[in-house]
């Protein structure tokens, strides 16, 4: 199994920036994919940028040129920065492999105007 533990999360101006990041324990495979999702307030929980383990990367429109996601071996971090109040949510990790999907607990993001 694998654990997943996030962090960074918080409250910010318009503007601002913040850095999530999420650590992987456990039975990590050699060829994965991590990334986010997050829940705004009374919708649906949507992808925001994944990793895989050889380094490709995918965003969502709403975020490309403000969001930035990297990543080690076992730790998947996401630079926000131009942040505004429409990506107020809780950001959930998440690693996916061949045979299971793992999903972080949640860390809130709350943007001020």
């Known amino acids: 199994q694998v654990q997943l533990v996030e962090s960074g999360g918080g409250l910010v101006q318009a503007g601002g920036s913040l850095r999530l990041s999420c650590a992987a324990s456990?039975?990590?495979?050699?060829?994965?994919?991590m990334g986010w999702y997050r829940q705004p307030p009374g919708k649906q929980r949507e992808r925001v940028a994944g990793i895989t383990s050889g380094g490709t990367k995918n965003y969502a429109d709403s975020v490309k040129g403000r969001f930035t996601i990297s990543r080690t071996r076992n730790t998947v971090f996401l630079q926000m920065t131009s942040l505004n109040p429409e990506d107020t949510a809780v950001y959930y990790c998440?690693?996916?492999?061949?045979?299971?999907?793992?999903w972080g607990q949640g860390t809130q993001v709350a943007v001020s105007s």
């Open positions: 456990g039975s990590i495979f050699s060829i994965n994919t």
């Open positions: 998440y690693y996916q492999s061949t045979d299971r999907t793992t």
